[in-house]
Nanobody, 116 residues
Framework: QVQLVESGGGLVQAGGSLRLSCAASGSIFSNYAMGWFRQAPGKQRDLVAVITSGGSTNYKDSVKGRFTVSRDNAKNTVYLQMNSLKPEDTAVYYC??????????WGQGTQVTVSS
């Protein structure tokens, strides 16, 4: 089991940037793929970005070219750099540890609000 704590959310104007961090503990972080998900009010939770244990990445189409996921296994931390933010990016962002393609552990979430 992995314990996850997100940080870095906040209020930003459209066009601005934020960097989210997710600190992991409790298991061998480097063994897991890690994902960033988001959930807007009244909507389902969607995968935004994923990074495998080997460092391969994949993104939701609407964030490609604007968001970058990375990981530092020495610090047991995964990051989501978000640039050119849009109001539609407003959501609670969650990180998750993924095993065999399934999210198995979740953080508590961090709110990102983008004003127009």
């Amino acid at each position: 089991q992995v314990q996850l704590v997100e940080s870095g959310g906040g209020l930003v104007q459209a066009g601005g940037s934020l960097r989210l961090s997710c600190a992991a503990s409790g298991s061998i972080f480097s063994n897991y793929a890690m994902g960033w998900f988001r959930q807007a009010p009244g909507k389902q939770r969607d995968l935004v970005a994923v990074i495998t244990s080997g460092g391969s990445t994949n993104y939701k189409d609407s964030v490609k070219g604007r968001f970058t996921v990375s990981r530092d296994n020495a610090k047991n931390t995964v990051y989501l750099q978000m640039n050119s933010l849009k109001p539609e990016d407003t959501a609670v962002y969650y990180c998750a540890a993924i095993r065999r393609g399934v999210p198995v552990d979740w953080g508590q979430g961090t709110q990102v609000t983008v004003s127009s």
